[in-house]
T-cell receptor, first 116, second 114 residues
Framework: AQSVTQLDSQVPVFEEAPVELRCNYS??????LFWYVQYPNQGLQLLLK????STLVKGINGFEAEFNKSQTSFHLRKPSVHISDTAEYFC??????????????WGLGTSLAVNP | DTEVTQTPKHLVMGMTNKKSLKCEQH?????MYWYKQKAKKPPELMFV???????INESVPSRFSPECPNSSLLNLHLHALQPEDSALYLC?????????????FGPGTRLTVT
């Protein structure tokens, strides 16, 4: 079955420390990969996306992610986090099956808590 | 303008009421989406409209009825809901509806069914 796995449901980190949020997807014909952020009581906002080309993608707010096709991963990183980065982070992947049918699959989310 | 607006922000309704959620975007996007999101969970896709036609219905109960009056507007009509339908309802739009474009989300309507 097609799936997207966010390996950590919660990540506590101190301010100014680096952080990595992990995302793996099931082996298939992956098409597009996304990271979205949801701040408390708000809708979702795109952080970054991978469509093609360079496997290192830079997004907003200092985040970046690396697409690794052999490991079917798309991990999100930030070298130095701020209190304001406290939020829920969702990895989403558009997967395409053998019949060329596309489906957008969401990970369960990672709750990032940045402490002073 | 990269904003998706949703009204109302909050809605409390009884199980026999009829209400509607509204969504609007002025980015020229041709695809619009309804999602349901429970607390601390990912959004669950309900409906996708592409070029004003319903292209995806994720087996949503008929008590939820979507409508796309034009390319900028999306409504979700609610009737005879159950308490388990209480959730955050998110609207989103994208340039096209092939699930390959980034989606722009509205702030959501928090629905409580009593």
């Amino acid at each position: 079955a097609q799936s997207v796995t966010q390996l950590d449901s919660q990540v506590p980190v101190f301010e100014e420390a680096p952080v990595e949020l992990r995302c793996n997807y099931s082996s298939s014909v992956s098409v597009y990969l996304f990271w979205y952020v949801q701040y408390p009581n708000q809708g979702l906002q795109l952080l970054l996306k991978y469509l093609s080309g360079s496997t290192l993608v830079k997004g907003i707010n200092g985040f970046e992610a690396e697409f690794n096709k052999s490991q079917t991963s798309f991990h999100l990183r930030k070298p130095s986090v701020h209190i304001s980065d406290t939020a829920e982070y969702f990895c989403a992947v558009t997967l395409q099956d053998a019949g060329n049918n596309r489906k957008l699959i969401w990970g369960l989310g990672t709750s990032l808590a940045v402490n002073p | 303008d990269t904003e998706v607006t949703q009204t109302p922000k909050h809605l409390v309704m009884g199980m026999t009421n009829k209400k509607s959620l509204k969504c609007e975007q002025h980015m020229g996007h041709r695809a619009m989406y309804w999602y349901k999101q429970k607390a601390k969970k990912p959004p669950e896709l309900m409906f996708v409209y592409s070029y004003e036609k319903l292209s995806i219905n994720e087996s949503v109960p008929s008590r939820f009825s979507p409508e796309c009056p034009n390319s900028s507007l999306l409504n979700l009509h609610l009737h005879a809901l159950q308490p388990e339908d209480s959730a955050l309802y998110l609207c989103a739009s994208s340039r096209i509806g092939n699930l390959g474009d980034e989606q722009y989300f509205g702030p959501g309507t928090r629905l409580t069914v009593t």
